[in-house]
Nanobody, 114 residues
Framework: QVDLVESGGGLVQPGGSLSLSCQVSGTIIDIFAMGWYRQVPGQQRERVAHIATDFATYYVPSVKGRFFVSRDNTQRTVSLQMNNLKPEDTAAYYC????????WGPGTQVNVSS
């Protein structure tokens, strides 16, 4: 059984930073491209960043230059450093492989507000 557990969310003022972490258990992650997703209530979940098996990274335009994804295959973790946060970044954040084939974890809530 594969489990994905996200952590690191919280309340931050606009312009602030947060570092999210995703711990994966039940599988190695070396062979998967890993993504970070976010979801606002009433909207579809969207992938905002992912990191390939060769460590190449991809970002949606709205977060490019502010978010940075990394991975540690040995620790089976995927991280998302979020800088210069904006109110529109408020969402629940999740990780998963980019095929989204594993059960979703509980997510971690990020609230950006003054």
């Amino acid at each position: 059984q594969v489990d994905l557990v996200e952590s690191g969310g919280g309340l931050v003022q606009p312009g602030g930073s947060l570092s999210l972490s995703c711990q994966v258990s039940g599988t190695i992650i070396d062979i998967f491209a890993m993504g970070w997703y976010r979801q606002v209530p009433g909207q579809q979940r969207e992938r905002v960043a992912h990191i390939a098996t060769d460590f190449a990274t991809y970002y949606v335009p709205s977060v490019k230059g502010r978010f940075f994804v990394s991975r540690d295959n040995t620790q089976r973790t995927v991280s998302l450093q979020m800088n210069n946060l904006k109110p529109e970044d408020t969402a629940a954040y999740y990780c998963n492989v980019i095929s989204e084939k594993f059960p979703w974890g509980p997510g971690t809530q990020v609230n950006v507000s003054s």
